[in-house]
């Protein structure tokens, strides 16, 4: 077995795996062919209960899965590779997954539980800020930093004075939906956008596999995109799903259809930035096989996971948090709310139990306070909070400021500024 990584002991990885997973008959290696994901069989970036499986395993079998990072590029500087795809738009190649794998004996209304036991980062990571970001329009200018990884931490040229610890974990773990589940995300999906939300709608570019999602497959126009999490997991985006939690996922085709990819290196909650420090990576986990009507949990409303409260602890011995409450100046409107074209809205000074006004103003205060303090651009410090501090919700009742604080580990700087 790899070397375990993470904030637990190998022997407590291994005492609880003794307890919900069986010994691994098999190991088997899955992923990593071609320079892009559309040169890997074992590859997908989009998600539909037609796509056929990669791979098979059985219950208990360990699988490394050698992964992608989120925009499936080439992250060597040195690197001299010329990607076909440059031309088109980088969002459509998000996100290469490693998988579907076939689960033996899953059928649907199952549960499968997805066991993490190692996280092995490549050499390279990029994390980016733009549009696509959090309260993006707060800060007004794309950015992108180069990482380089080991065990321990990932470190920049492009922001000298930081060091992130190494909190890894995937992005995506997700099995496929099945028909009606396909449906039903292609409806109500389809009802947002026409009122005016932003989301990502099927679109065959760069799409994989190909002779189903691309340009001239027969289901271009319903194969799901990978950029939000559904009821099957898929862009959770948790960083707590680390070496030795595991994550609960329904299975709604014969044999689960399990896929991993957008492994990050450490994120804060709330990944503001619309990137973490996003890698490369092979992925070691083991699965077990929950019968429906066994004592499987109930998934209809999303995946869940546990595993060791470590895995909670933010990456310092010190912190720095600032507050935020939903109260804005007269006449705006938060971009997130436009597509409501509400004047009610806009006329309001302060809005009811708003989480995401809140957290909006507590990730602008602590970008000010990180670049007050340190002396880095907004853009830089916008980084650094995508990276590594944390958006929690302080309380939800006291009417009507609900409240958010933004949490900054105060360890990651150093003194090679």
């Not at 990456?315 to 409501?340: D, H, N, W």
Request: proline share 7%; charged share 20%.
């Amino acid at each position: 077995m790899m070397a375990i990584t993470g904030r637990i002991s190998t022997a407590g990885i291994f005492l609880m795996l003794s307890v919900q997973v069986a010994v691994a008959a098999e190991v088997l290696t899955i992923g990593g062919q071609g320079m892009h994901c559309g040169e890997d069989p074992q590859c997908i970036n989009r998600l539909h209960p037609d796509i056929p499986m990669a791979a098979h395993a059985a219950p208990g079998d360990t699988l490394i899965l050698k992964t992608r990072n989120a925009s499936d590029r080439v992250l060597d500087p040195q690197s001299d590779y010329d990607d076909p795809r440059a031309a088109g738009p980088e969002i459509g190649a998000v996100h290469p997954l490693t998988g579907p794998v076939h689960i033996e004996g899953a059928e649907r209304g199952d549960v499968l539980a997805v066991t993490i036991l190692d996280i092995a980062p490549g050499p390279y990571a990029y994390t980016s800020a733009s549009s696509f970001g959090f309260a993006a329009d707060l800060i007004g200018e794309d950015h992108r930093v180069l990482w380089r990884l080991d065990r321990r931490y990932a470190v920049s040229d492009d922001l000298p004075g930081v060091r992130i610890p190494n909190g890894a974990f995937p992005g995506v773990v997700t099995t496929l939906p099945g028909a009606p589940e396909l449906e039903t995300a292609l409806s109500r999906e389809a009802a947002l956008a026409a009122a005016g939300g932003t989301l990502f709608l099927p679109d065959p570019t760069h799409a994989s596999p190909a002779e189903l999602c691309g340009e001239n497959g027969r289901a271009r126009d319903a194969c799901l995109r990978t950029l939000p999490p559904r009821e099957h997991g898929g862009n959770m985006d948790i960083r707590y799903l680390g070496v030795g939690a595991t994550v609960y996922l329904p299975c709604h085709v014969t044999g689960c259809g399990l896929a991993v990819g957008d492994l990050h290196y450490a994120q804060g909650d709330g990944e503001v930035a619309g990137t973490a420090i996003e890698m490369d990576a092979d992925v070691t986990l083991v699965t077990k096989l929950l019968k429906a009507g066994q004592g499987a949990p109930d998934l209809s409303r999303g995946p869940h996971y546990e595993g060791p409260a470590s895995l909670l602890d933010i990456p310092s011995q010190r912190f720095y948090a600032v507050t935020g409450l939903p109260i804005k100046e007269k006449g705006s409107v938060p971009p997130e709310m436009r597509y409501l074209e509400s004047g009610t809205i806009a006329e309001l000074e302060n809005l009811h139990k708003d989480v995401n006004l809140a957290a909006r103003n507590a990730l602008d205060a602590m970008v000010d306070y990180i670049a007050d303090t340190y002396g880095y651009s907004r853009v830089e410090a916008y980084i650094i909070a995508s990276v590594a501090v944390d958006l929690r919700i302080g309380q939800l009742v006291d009417t009507p400021n609900v409240g958010v604080t933004a949490v900054l580990p105060l360890d990651i700087f150093v003194d090679d500024r």
